[in-house]
């Protein structure tokens, strides 16, 4: 079994009930268990410009399923959710990213863990810190010193 975080992000079609959503279904992944997750989080967007606030949120899960299985199973719940790519960054229906895999570094054409820009993101940095305050990560890098360097913003929990 292995320990696994996974970053929701929403900003079309109710982003606040697609991360919900999300949420509850994470816990129908097969081999899966939802351990926690964060508070919702609103987020200004990173990416083209005029796109609507995001809404995120972090989970933790414990699974058996390999890395790319569990992406696989990630990338369903997003199409179900209508999830579509048309632009880098761009506005979407349900974005939902492995964050970190275990304590592995998975360097694959279809899989980067830790994922490459979490730790310059503080809405995925501080919902992760909400749950998981003494993290290490694969590296050895402490959360809590890479949250000095990452500023929360504007971000801001939601009720």
């Known amino acids: 079994m292995a320990i696994c975080y996974i970053g929701l992000g929403s ?20 081999n899966t268990e939802l351990l926690s997750h964060s508070l919702l989080y609103r987020s200004d967007p990173v990416g083209p410009p005029g796109q609507p606030d ?6 933790k899960i414990n699974t058996s399923l390999e890395p790319e299985e569990l992406l696989d199973a990630l990338q369903a719940i997003e199409q179900a959710h209508q999830r579509v790519r048309i632009e880098h960054w761009g506005p979407r229906t349900l974005d939902l990213d492995l964050l ?34 003494n993290l290490v990560l694969p590296k050895g890098d402490h959360l809590s010193d890479i949250l000095v360097q990452c500023p929360m913003g504007t971000l801001e929990p939601i009720a």
Not at 12 to 29: F, G, N, T, W, Y
Not at 54 to 59: G, L
Request: hydrophobic content about 40%; cysteine-free; overall charge negative.
């Open 11 to 30: 900003n079309l079609e109710d982003p606040r009930q697609q991360v919900s959503d999300a949420l509850k279904e994470l816990q129908e992944i097969s």
């Open 100 to 133: 970190l895999y275990a304590n592995d570094e998975i360097d694959t054409e279809r899989l980067k863990v830790p994922h490459p820009f979490m730790t310059e993101r503080s809405f995925v940095l501080y919902p992760l810190a909400e749950i998981e305050p």
């Open 54 to 59: 995001y809404i995120n949120a972090v989970a």
